[in-house]
């Protein structure tokens, strides 16, 4: 059973341009997290969805980011108009539910604005 | 708001010491407590974890016990190895939030010199 997938695992865009991340959950998972980690902090929590619905979106810049989970594919972390301060680790998450489950992590994708 | 304090880093000791790495929370209501574990190039992986007062969460030799009086979850380890380096994570999620919506600690990295 492969883990939660993340692609690219790098990426470096030039500021002003956009970035998309994506994340494959675990199969039989139906519940994604989005987090982000900048230098030298913890995880922070952005976005969680469900198959085409965003239940909390709290932790989610108000401009420039938005996220989906479409019925097919992956989920979506977008990224526009990437600023220098945009650079930092993305790790999605998944589990089978809510309340309760474990989450499980992927790997990570790591951005830099240059 | 809601939030967690870990020991800063990096903590190096020697094979077969003792380790504790100590984290603090503030919360409303009764949140649940996590331990998560990232090793080189990987994701974070669940550890351990604790959902109410008193409870000891243990996984590989690891454990945690949740106090509520002290408001801590301290990670103990009574004889590390070389390959329990790795940064870890104490996190919370929040009473009646989504499991998914973490709060994370910034982490504390273990070097852990044969």
């Known amino acids: 059973n492969a883990g939660v997938m993340q692609n690219p695992r790098h990426l470096v865009r030039r500021r002003g341009q956009e970035a998309r991340l994506r994340c494959s959950p675990m199969k039989g998972h139906s519940h994604v997290y989005w987090y982000r980690q900048l230098p030298e902090e913890g995880l922070k929590f952005m976005v969680y969805l469900q198959k085409e619905n965003i239940i909390d979106e709290s932790g989610m810049p108000k401009e420039r980011f938005s996220a989906e989970f479409p019925k097919e594919g992956p989920s979506i972390l977008r990224i526009q108009q990437v600023v220098r301060g945009d650079s930092a680790a993305y790790f999605c998450?998944?589990?089978?539910?809510?309340?309760?489950?474990?989450?499980?992590f992927g790997e990570g994708s790591w951005l830099t604005v240059v | 708001g809601d939030s967690v304090t870990q020991m800063e880093g990096p903590v190096t000791l020697s094979e077969e010491a003792f380790l504790t790495i100590n984290c603090t929370y503030t919360?409303?209501?009764?949140?649940?407590l996590f331990w998560y574990v990232q090793y080189p190039g990987e994701g974070l992986q669940l550890l351990l974890k604790?959902?109410?007062?008193?409870d000891k969460g243990s996984n590989k030799g690891f454990e945690a016990t949740y106090r509520k009086e002290t408001t801590s979850f301290h990670l103990e380890k009574g004889s590390v190895q070389v390959s329990d380096s790795a940064v870890y994570f104490c996190?919370?999620?929040?009473?009646?939030?989504?499991?998914?919506?973490?709060?994370f600690g910034k982490g504390t990295k273990l070097s852990v010199k044969p």
């Open positions: 996190a919370l999620s929040r009473y009646g939030g989504s499991q998914g919506n973490l709060i």
């Open positions: 919360a409303t209501g009764y949140p649940s």
């Open positions: 998450a998944s589990s089978p539910g809510e309340a309760g489950n474990t989450i499980y």
């Open positions: 604790a959902t109410k007062a008193d």
